[in-house]
């Protein structure tokens, strides 16, 4: 069974950064697309970034992008996602999810895309 553990959230203030990091584990075959998802109290779960399994490809939100950036460690079987310029508007729990086939595709950007999920990590962002 394949486990994802994310790591990495906490408190920070606006314009700080933050360097989330998600672990791996089961029989993931080693060709998989990874994403983050994130959901505010409230809010729907939404789409943050993808990755394809080489690194090649990502995809980011229109709010995250240039602030945020997606990538990942095969050897290590770990994803990052390094937040910078954090705002208030991206507190929320982020989660990791793997697709575990090797095609990253425009339907990458949706949760119903991914099989495998962590339990999510709390990022909170004091203005």
């Known amino acids: 069974q394949v486990q994802l553990v994310e790591t990495g959230g906490g408190l920070v203030q606006a314009g700080g950064s933050l360097r989330l990091s998600c672990s791996a584990s089961?029989?993931?075959?080693?060709?998989?697309?990874m994403a983050w998802f994130r959901q505010a109290p409230g809010k729907e779960r939404e789409f943050v970034a993808a990755i394809s399994r080489t690194a090649g490809t990502t995809g980011y939100a229109d709010s995250v992008q240039e602030r945020f950036t997606i990538s990942r460690d095969n050897m290590k079987n770990t994803l990052y996602l390094q937040m910078n310029s954090l705002t208030p508007e991206d507190t929320a729990v982020y989660y990791c999810a793997l697709d575990p086939t090797s095609l990253y595709r425009p339907g990458s950007r949706s949760q119903y895309a991914y099989d495998y999920w962590g339990r999510g990590t709390q990022v909170t962002v004091s203005s």
């Open positions: 089961g029989p993931t075959g080693g060709t998989y697309v």
